[in-house]
Nanobody, 125 residues
């Protein structure tokens, strides 16, 4: 079973940038689709972005398109989320998740069966 660990969260001012990393251990997840989701206090978990198993396809929520970029380095067993032009409404706990093997980018949470513990991102105004 693969385990996922997110790092890179923190406190940043509006307009700033952060890069989150999702590292896998236990086994490779180079054949898995990977997604990022977030949950703000008092709100439901929402889809942020996803990448297909081979990196050829990505998908973004409308609220982050043009500001966030997902990428993967299968040699390092890591997926990245570059977040630019951050806004206070981006404040949330960010989770990465591993989905089906040889699968496209999917925004459907139930497609993912392994989740990390989350990393807090706080954007101050």
């Amino acid at each position: 079973q693969v385990q996922l660990v997110e790092t890179g969260g923190g406190l940043v001012q509006a307009g700033g940038s952060l890069r989150l990393s999702c590292a896998a251990s236990g086994r490779t997840f180079s054949r898995n689709a990977v997604g990022w989701f977030r949950q703000a206090p008092g709100k439901e978990r929402e889809f942020v972005t996803a990448i297909s198993w081979n990196g050829s396809t990505t998908k973004y929520a409308g609220s982050v398109k043009g500001r966030f970029t997902i990428s993967r380095d299968n040699a390092k067993n890591t997926v990245y989320l570059q977040m630019n032009s951050l806004k206070p409404e981006d404040t949330a706990v960010y989770y990465c998740a591993a989905g089906p093997t040889y699968y496209t980018a999917t925004s459907i949470a139930r497609d993912y069966d392994v989740w990390g513990q989350g990393t807090q991102v706080t954007v101050s105004s």
